[in-house]
């Protein structure tokens, strides 16, 4: 089945709040959305929203590649079996664009999975069917991060991630009035998004010491990781790579090197699901577990996410929740939500 026509176009969504993390203040989210239709119809879908501080990609570049001659010219008239050959050729056309491949890469997949009538999940073989998904609690002060967690206990969720980066002793209060206010009810993760030093990262272990802190995403810049290496093997365990993490590469050196014990896998950040898949092959043999993660997205990238994710068997973590503060999104969803656990809903593609 051959592909007809190709399309691509940005759409600016609001936020139904604004959130804080160490970097900045977000309040909308600019997706671009890829639309690939095959001979019969059929219409394949992606979605990127590419964070230029991680990746050095704009909205504006992603737009750009996808409406370019380069990729309406390569793919009209191309076989959708031959998908897995047609993201290859990207891969090595827009390298650099990680956002872009990942738009390409998704849309393709699905493409294919509705050609043959099956979930991708199952096309590459399923190990999960439910898991637990964080919701994320930007920085803010302690009494509004006690309401916010009340809200989210109310809508059935169980995992908080928690922002920090910004101040040590705060956030650490933060998470200490966390566990008082709830118990046990929520696990809790922190994501200090490149915010810490090395002495922020002691001061807050130390204070949290008490607490059961599930795991702390990146906590220095990339050209610090080697700081890491101060901090025992128990504590880097539970560290999880997120900006550290763009590729194969940087997955392999960070095995190597044994710098952190989670990896943070985003279709946005590596450039779609057969990138990710190679980090997954990597990490199951350094015996690393894996967390998938997102921007503020699409449910169409969200739900090829938790796809690639049920399809690794070192899947262990999920924070795939960056479509519910979407204050509108695509009209159809590929995942189901439920009492914090998400699930696939099992029609072909995405």
């Given at each position: 089945m051959n592909i007809s026509s190709v399309k691509a176009y940005a759409q600016l969504i609001p936020l139904k709040k604004p959130y804080t993390i160490a970097r900045e203040t977000i309040s909308e989210a600019e997706i671009i959305f890829f639309e690939i239709t095959l001979s019969n119809g059929i219409c394949?879908?992606?979605?990127?929203?590419?964070?230029?501080?991680?990746?050095?990609?704009?909205?504006?570049?992603?737009?750009?590649?996808?409406?370019?001659?380069?990729?309406?010219?390569?793919?009209?008239?191309?076989?959708i079996r031959e998908f897995l050959s047609?993201?290859?050729?990207?891969?090595?056309?827009?390298?650099?664009?990680?956002?872009?491949?990942?738009?390409?890469?998704i849309a393709l997949h699905d493409a294919f999975g509705k050609w043959i009538e099956l979930p991708i999940v199952d096309f590459y073989g399923r190990h999960h069917s439910k898991m637990l998904t964080s919701v994320t609690i930007g920085i803010k002060d302690v009494a509004e991060t006690i309401q916010e967690a009340?809200?989210?206990?109310?809508?059935?969720?169980?995992?908080?991630?928690?922002?920090?980066?910004?101040?040590?002793?705060l956030d650490a209060e933060r998470v200490i009035r966390l566990n008082e206010t709830f118990g046990d009810y929520f696990t809790i993760r922190v994501d200090a998004n490149e915010g810490y030093s090395a002495g922020d990262l002691e001061i807050f272990l130390k204070q949290t010491a008490s607490t059961t802190l599930e795991l702390i995403e990146q906590p220095f810049h990339p050209k610090f990781n080697n700081e890491l290496l101060k901090f025992p093997k128990d504590v880097r365990r539970k560290l999880a790579a997120d900006e550290s993490l763009t590729g194969a590469k940087?997955?392999?050196?960070?095995?190597?090197?044994?710098?952190?014990?989670?990896?943070?896998?985003?279709?946005m950040k590596c450039g779609g699901l057969v990138s990710a898949f190679e980090i997954a092959n990597i990490a199951r043999q350094a015996e690393i577990d894996l967390f998938w993660g997102c921007n503020d997205e699409s449910d169409l990238s969200i739900t090829a996410a938790l796809h690639a994710a049920f399809a690794c068997q070192n899947t262990k973590y999920l924070d795939l929740d960056g479509s519910f503060d979407l204050l509108e999104d695509y009209k159809e969803s590929g995942f189901i939500l439920r009492d914090g656990y998400l699930s696939i809903q099992s029609k072909p593609g995405f």
């Amino acid at each position: 089945m051959n592909i007809s026509s190709v399309k691509a176009y940005a759409q600016l969504i609001p936020l139904k709040k604004p959130y804080t993390i160490a970097r900045e203040t977000i309040s909308e989210a600019e997706i671009i959305f890829f639309e690939i239709t095959l001979s019969n119809g059929i219409c394949g879908r992606g979605a990127a929203n590419p964070d230029p501080e991680v990746i050095g990609e704009t909205a504006t570049q992603t737009l750009e590649n996808l409406s370019s001659d380069e990729v309406s010219d390569y793919l009209k008239g191309k076989h959708i079996r031959e998908f897995l050959s047609h993201i290859a050729y990207f891969r090595n056309v827009f390298a650099r664009f990680p956002a872009t491949l990942a738009a390409l890469d998704i849309a393709l997949h699905d493409a294919f999975g509705k050609w043959i009538e099956l979930p991708i999940v199952d096309f590459y073989g399923r190990h999960h069917s439910k898991m637990l998904t964080s919701v994320t609690i930007g920085i803010k002060d302690v009494a509004e991060t006690i309401q916010e967690a009340k809200e989210y206990k109310e809508q059935g969720f169980k995992v908080l991630k928690v922002k920090t980066g910004l101040n040590p002793e705060l956030d650490a209060e933060r998470v200490i009035r966390l566990n008082e206010t709830f118990g046990d009810y929520f696990t809790i993760r922190v994501d200090a998004n490149e915010g810490y030093s090395a002495g922020d990262l002691e001061i807050f272990l130390k204070q949290t010491a008490s607490t059961t802190l599930e795991l702390i995403e990146q906590p220095f810049h990339p050209k610090f990781n080697n700081e890491l290496l101060k901090f025992p093997k128990d504590v880097r365990r539970k560290l999880a790579a997120d900006e550290s993490l763009t590729g194969a590469k940087a997955a392999f050196e960070i095995a190597r090197n044994e710098l952190f014990g989670i990896f943070n896998i985003k279709l946005m950040k590596c450039g779609g699901l057969v990138s990710a898949f190679e980090i997954a092959n990597i990490a199951r043999q350094a015996e690393i577990d894996l967390f998938w993660g997102c921007n503020d997205e699409s449910d169409l990238s969200i739900t090829a996410a938790l796809h690639a994710a049920f399809a690794c068997q070192n899947t262990k973590y999920l924070d795939l929740d960056g479509s519910f503060d979407l204050l509108e999104d695509y009209k159809e969803s590929g995942f189901i939500l439920r009492d914090g656990y998400l699930s696939i809903q099992s029609k072909p593609g995405f």
